[in-house]
């Protein structure tokens, strides 16, 4: 009798951390969490303009839209299997972002593991500035932790001597 007072569900979606030439990197499926009705949010989505929520569906994680480069409908992803996705027209392959990565900030790239006796990609941090300036410091002498070691044994020794304090 009162069915039209109920809030209809907000649209379950998948969230898309980045996305490459020919691959996304998929977080996992959610639903969004706004105060707007239904129609207002899926509107939204489409027109890549949401703002709110969305509550992860494996860990029911709350987390900010903003965290996600894009938040398909499950409707317009369509998963053709582990490994690949139909979106937009498009094919692409897809790699899996492991919770720790949710929220992290910085690109990632996809790597090729075994899970469950399958390959899989899974998307993880990509290091390679960090390891490409700590190589490029590791022939100068400053950048070294030894060289630092070593200026901390030249200091004088502290004062700890309280009659010599006034």
């Known amino acids: 009798?009162?069915?039209?007072?109920?809030?209809?569900?907000?649209?379950?979606?998948?969230?898309i951390k980045q996305i490459d030439d020919d691959l996304l990197h998929v977080c996992g499926r959610g639903q969004l969490e706004s105060r707007e009705r239904s129609a207002k949010a899926l509107q939204a989505l489409q027109e890549n303009r949401f703002e709110g929520a969305i509550r992860m569906r494996d860990s029911a994680l709350v987390l900010n839209t903003r965290l996600f480069v894009a938040l398909a409908p499950v409707d317009d992803l369509i998963l053709i299997d582990n490994s690949q996705a139909e979106w937009h027209g498009q094919r692409y392959r897809i790699s899996w972002?492991?919770?720790?990565?949710w929220i992290y900030d910085g690109r990632l790239t996809a790597t090729l593991t075994q899970l469950n006796g399958a390959p899989q990609r899974v998307s993880?941090?990509?290091v390679s500035a960090i390891r490409d300036k700590a190589a490029a410091g590791e022939g100068d002498e400053s950048g070294s932790?030894?060289?630092?070691?070593?200026?901390?044994e030249t200091l004088p020794p502290r004062n700890n001597d309280p009659e010599r304090r006034q």
């Open 124 to 126: 993880v941090e990509d």
């Open 97 to 101: 972002v492991p919770q720790r990565c």
């Open 145 to 152: 932790l030894f060289a630092a070691l070593d200026a901390l």
């Open 1 to 15: 009798m009162l069915d039209w007072l109920k809030r209809t569900k907000l649209p379950d979606v998948w969230a």
